[in-house]
């Protein structure tokens, strides 16, 4: 199985700030699944490399790709646009619930755009970029995702 975690960092991908949010998701994910592959990638605020990145790792088959960065209300914020751009079917539950869940702890989490969804059956979810929210969001969402994954694939029904 594969997974992608694609950090979206003007900062990060300059080489201007160390990417700390990405290699922390990377780490929960071999956690909870160790028998998946993993791979990272740093991109720029860019909406034509974000959406072709993840395009990118649908076509290699990635089951699961998690973007962190990009969902804020910045002007080069942009990963939920790219994101929409190649969803086939929004999974908002998923958003909402990494939104209500974090904002108990900082009510800035009500500003994260961040969005999800489908790509054929690749999940595709946008975290924050601070290393804590990327962290606590797929904490939120971590008890959902191995079953979304299976629905997803064709594998299993709904309980």
């Known amino acids: 199985m594969l997974f992608a975690v694609l950090t979206i960092s ?9 990417d700390t949010a990405g290699p922390a998701v990377a780490a929960k994910l071999r956690a909870a699944w160790p028998e998946a592959e993993i791979a990272t990638h740093l991109l720029p605020d860019d909406e034509e490399k974000i959406a072709a990145a993840l395009l990118d790792a649908c076509a290699h088959s990635a089951a699961l790709i998690l973007t962190v960065g990009g969902t804020g209300l910045g002007p080069r914020d942009c990963t939920p646009e790219a ?11 998923l958003a909402e619930a990494m939104r209500a869940r ?3 702890h ?15 059956s690749t999940l ?8 804590r929210g990327a962290t606590e969001c ?7 995702i191995r079953h979304a994954l299976d629905v997803a694939a064709g594998g299993v029904s709904h309980p």
């Open 83 to 93: 994101t929409r751009r190649i969803i086939d079917r929004e999974a908002p539950g």
């Open 138 to 144: 797929l904490a939120a969402i971590a008890p959902l």
């Open 124 to 131: 595709i979810v946008n975290l924050p970029g601070s290393e």
């Open 102 to 104: 974090t904002a108990e």
């Open 10 to 18: 003007d900062r990060c991908s300059r080489g201007e700030m160390t």
């Open 106 to 120: 900082n009510k800035f989490a009500w500003l994260s755009r961040g969005v999800a969804g489908l790509n054929g």
